[in-house]
């Protein structure tokens, strides 16, 4: 699959999330630069009702279609994706957080490039153990992708090993992982178009966009669950979710207004884009206030597992996020009421203490974050987010013979350790 894009191929980027499925397809411009030339998205029809993986596959189907039709009027060209890429929700991926330690040799040598690379070879081994049964007795697990946190040397945090002296080294990582069984139906759907495809979580697209940052609260306002991805300096990664997200706006709509859940999310849709009169506009912004603020306490309350002090500057992403309710999302989580994990009942007190100073809302650019996929011609939503940072992901690996090698020791290390892995993506 790597080749195809190494040739210049165009790839598409589903994403099947709860609510709506999201495609982009990506394609190498004039320029010589990799482009997002068609993007699209699609509601479910039956919003949160009964099974959704039939509702996912026609979405996603129609997510496809309406992406590669925007290409030509956006290009003057119709691109054919040769290879595809599908995004693994939050909820079907188990993460396993991992910590190694290791001890030089020779503390006063700086770290030279392939030192660096036997420690990390080291701490990517040591990672990887057998995989345990995850759910139904099965003892078939899959081997995602292993993310690399946070370095350090002698207790100080670094951006990589080589060329710093020190005797101790500490390597924080994740293993992402899922059982056969929950991927069966994302490997059927794509297997169907007959390309090359590759199964990634979308854990792994916000690790990606925040990698250019030393210090940053990623919030993911998906449709029926909240992810809250933080990265500190020497403190690692660590994921959290929240079981409200833009449906919990959408309800409570419905049931104020005596609306069907569909008009609902469409009435929702035109109060973020500015698109209701002043009237409707004030009605609705009370019900949404209302919402909003019990979506934050929740918030504060999710995020005390997050070890203090918990960075202070955040970007909010996800369709949600829309809403103009989340420009107030610093000042009213500072303010929220937080329950401490070791208490049954919430005790009042401020978030605020949590941080390392007052939080500030910043918005996330991919120009800022992306380095190989520019943005343009076509307008990425904050819904499809996740989705280009799976693109700059592939596309990084594509270039970057360093990193794609560090990815195809861990498949092999992975299939060692009795995983089931997916490593002919890589070729």
């Known amino acids: ?4 894009i190494r040739a210049g ?25 990799w482009n997002v030339v068609g993007a699209a998205s699609v509601c479910y029809t039956h919003l949160g009702e009964g099974d959704l993986w039939p509702e996912r596959q ?12 925007r290409a030509p009027s956006l290009t003057g060209r119709l691109f054919e994706p040769a290879a595809y890429i599908v995004a693994i929700t939050n909820d079907a991926v188990r993460l396993t957080a991992h910590h190694w330690r290791g001890t030089r040799q020779q503390p006063d040598v700086p770290i030279g490039r392939d030192e660096a690379e036997q420690l990390l070879s080291r701490a990517r081994g040591a990672s990887l153990r057998r995989p345990t049964a995850l759910r139904n007795g099965s003892d078939t697990v899959v081997h995602l992708a292993r993310l690399g946190l946070s370095l350090a040397v002698d207790g100080r945090p670094v951006t990589e090993f080589t060329g ?18 929950r991927l069966a139906p994302y490997k059927e759907w794509a297997a169907a178009f007959g ?31 909240t992810s809250i991805y933080a990265k500190a300096p020497g403190r690692g990664f660590q994921v959290l979710r929240l079981a409200s997200g833009g449906l919990s706006f959408t309800r409570r709509l419905s049931r104020a207004a005596g609306l069907s859940p569909s008009r609902a999310e469409q ?4 109060y973020a884009g500015g698109g209701l009169g002043d009237r409707n506009r004030r009605r609705i912004g009370l019900i949404f206030a209302r919402g909003f603020t019990s ?15 918990i960075p202070h500057v955040w970007a909010t992403v996800g369709g ?32 605020l203490a949590l941080f390392e100073r007052s939080p500030s809302l910043v918005p996330l650019r991919l120009t800022d974050v992306c380095s190989h996929l520019i943005p343009g011609p076509e307008a990425v939503e904050p819904g499809q987010v996740l989705a280009a940072g799976l693109a700059e992901y592939v596309l990084r690996l594509a270039q970057d013979e360093r990193s794609r090698r560090a990815e195809w020791q861990d498949q092999v290390l992975a299939a060692k350790a009795g995983f089931e892995v997916m490593s002919d993506w890589l070729k």
């Open 267 to 270: 009435i929702k849709l035109a």
């Open 295 to 309: 979506w934050v306490r929740r918030l504060a309350s999710a995020m005390v597992p997050l070890r203090p002090p």
């Open 58 to 69: 026609r979405a996603g189907l129609e997510a496809l279609q309406l992406a590669c039709q």
């Open 320 to 351: 949600a996020s829309q809403l103009p309710e989340f420009a107030r999302l610093p000042a009213s989580l500072a303010n929220a009421s937080i329950a401490y994990a070791e208490s049954d009942q919430a005790i009042p007190g401020p978030a």
């Open 164 to 181: 710093f002296r020190g005797s101790e080294v500490d390597v924080l990582s994740a293993q992402a992982e899922a059982p056969a069984e």
């Open 9 to 33: 191929r165009p790839f598409a980027v589903v994403d099947l999330g709860t609510a709506y499925a999201k495609a982009l397809i990506v394609a190498l411009g004039p320029a010589g630069l």
């Open 1 to 4: 699959m790597l080749s195809l």
């Open 195 to 225: 390309r090359p495809f590759v199964l990634l979580p979308e854990c792994l697209a916000a690790l990606e966009l925040m990698r250019p940052l030393p210090s940053l609260v990623l919030v993911d306002v998906g449709a029926a669950c």
